[in-house]
Each structure stands twice: as C-alpha cells, then as structure tokens.
C-alpha cells in the first residue's frame, strides 16, 4: 500500500505564499505522474498541475504564471509552490500520484487534502 500525506496548508492574505507539500511512502518503485487538484467549497475538484517523471509540466490556466509545480524524486515528494494568492484560490488541495509499486502493480493515491484560505 502507499500513503500519501500532505502538508503547508493555511490562511494567508492576499498576494502572499504558501507551499504545499505531499509525502508518498510505502511499496513504491516509482512514481512517473504526479499532480495537485483543488476543490473549492460547491464546485467539483479540478485540475492544478501535473508534472511527468521527466520533469515535463501542465498548469491550468488559473495556476499559470502564479503556481510552480515540482518534485523530489529520492524523496517521493511533490511540491506546489503558490504565488500571488487570490480569494478564488481558496480550496482544499489534494496530491495524486499515479505509483508503480515493487511488485509491479499501477495505482492511483490521493492524499487526505489540506486546506488553503485567501482571505484577508
């Protein structure tokens, strides 16, 4: 089984930053798909960023520009670096990473969210 646990969720005012951290531990070969989604309070979870085991990057229009997504492979860590924060960004954030376990089975994890408040 694998884990995935996030951190650096908060309240923060207008134009500030925070960065989201998610941790995968357990039966892990690799993880070649990483990605955050949000989901605002009566809206459906959308899409954030993906970043690729080559390190290639997809943002969604509302994140580019503002967001930076990142990883640490030897850490099986994901990182979402949140610029020029606006109350439109408030949402639960959740980590998912596509993960080939050793024995060379696919699954998809979520992590348990954590939230991010705009708001001054």
């Known amino acids: 089984q694998v884990q995935l646990v996030e951190s650096g969720g908060g309240l923060v005012q207008p134009g500030g930053s925070l960065r989201l951290s998610c941790a995968a531990s357990?039966?892990?070969?690799?993880?070649?798909?990483m990605a955050w989604y949000r989901q605002a309070p009566g809206k459906e979870r959308e899409l954030v960023a993906i970043?690729?085991?080559?390190?290639?990057?997809i943002y969604a229009d509302s994140a580019k520009g503002r967001f930076t997504i990142s990883r640490d492979n030897a850490m099986n860590t994901l990182y979402l670096q949140m610029n020029s924060l606006k109350p439109e960004d408030t949402a639960v954030y959740y980590c998912?990473?596509?993960?080939?376990?050793?024995?060379?089975?696919?699954?998809?994890?979520w992590g348990q969210g954590t939230q991010v408040t705009v708001s001054s």
């Open positions: 998912n990473m596509r993960v080939v376990s050793r024995v060379s089975t696919v699954g998809h994890y």
């Open positions: 357990g039966s892990i070969f690799s993880i070649n798909l």
């Open positions: 970043v690729t085991g080559d390190n290639s990057t």
